[in-house]
């Protein structure tokens, strides 16, 4: 089974700390994203990256940078935590064919107080 | 029961009933569809695909049929269980080049299953 993971389910953070999110994939594959999730919003994509070293801006960087230093990891960071980044952030990965859908972590769920 | 997608994001259905969750997408160019789960405390989870060149393709329980036409998706569900109750997403592939293949997400319909 394909597996991504993230380094927390929950976490709380205060306004203007940095904030890094993990996520680790076990499948080689090429391409892995970082979305965040809101009620009324649905899935909004922060940044992607399809290779090590490579990325790309989402619909909504702003805030966020994002590190892939090897190809199994890829860490969303926040510079300086606002209240508005308060969120549930998911992280999935796909092969680069794209032949298949992407796989999703199980979320971290991020609150800035 | 039918639904919107993006209109109607509840969808009641009695157990044992099909479901019918529906989705409109935006970009005509699109050539992959998903439909994704997603359960309560969980991320999505992929059910089915269908590419642009295909009108249907039916899964275990779940049938996904594409109208190019008017540019709509929907998701069958045969024999609605407990089980099926969650957040339904459609996503389209829009292709944003680089090798990666990134999803635009609709915003999804919570299924409920009633007694």
């Known amino acids: 089974d394909v597996k991504v993971t993230q380094s927390s389910r929950y976490l709380v953070k205060r306004t203007g700390e940095k904030v890094f999110l993990e996520c680790v994939q076990d499948m080689d594959h090429e391409n892995m994203f970082w979305y965040r999730q809101d009620p009324g919003l649905g899935l909004r994509l922060i940044y992607f990256?399809?290779?090590?070293?490579?990325?790309e801006k989402g619909d909504i960087p702003e805030g966020y940078s994002v590190s892939r230093e090897k190809k199994e990891r890829f860490s969303l960071i926040l510079e300086s935590a606002s209240t508005n980044q308060t969120s549930m952030y998911l992280c999935?990965?796909?092969?680069?064919?794209?032949?298949?859908?992407?796989?999703f972590g199980p979320g971290t769920r991020l609150t800035v107080t | 029961g039918e639904s919107v997608g993006l209109h109607l994001p509840t969808l009641s259905v009695q157990e044992g009933d099909n479901s019918i969750i529906n989705c409109a997408y935006s970009?005509?160019?699109?050539?992959?569809f998903i439909w994704y789960k997603q359960e309560s405390g969980k991320g999505p989870q992929f059910i089915i695909d269908i590419r642009s060149n295909m009108d249907k393709r039916q899964g275990q329980r779940v049938t996904v049929l594409l109208n190019k036409t008017v540019k709509h998706l929907s998701l069958q569900i045969a024999a609605t269980q407990p089980g099926d109750s969650a957040v339904y997403f459609c996503a389209e592939n829009i292709g944003r080049g680089g090798g990666a293949d990134g999803l635009t997400f609709g915003k999804g319909t919570h299924l409920i299953i009633q007694p």
């Open positions: 990256s399809y290779d090590v070293k490579m990325k």
């Open positions: 999935a990965s796909s092969p680069q064919s794209g032949a298949v859908g992407q796989y």
């Open positions: 970009n005509s160019a699109s050539d992959y």
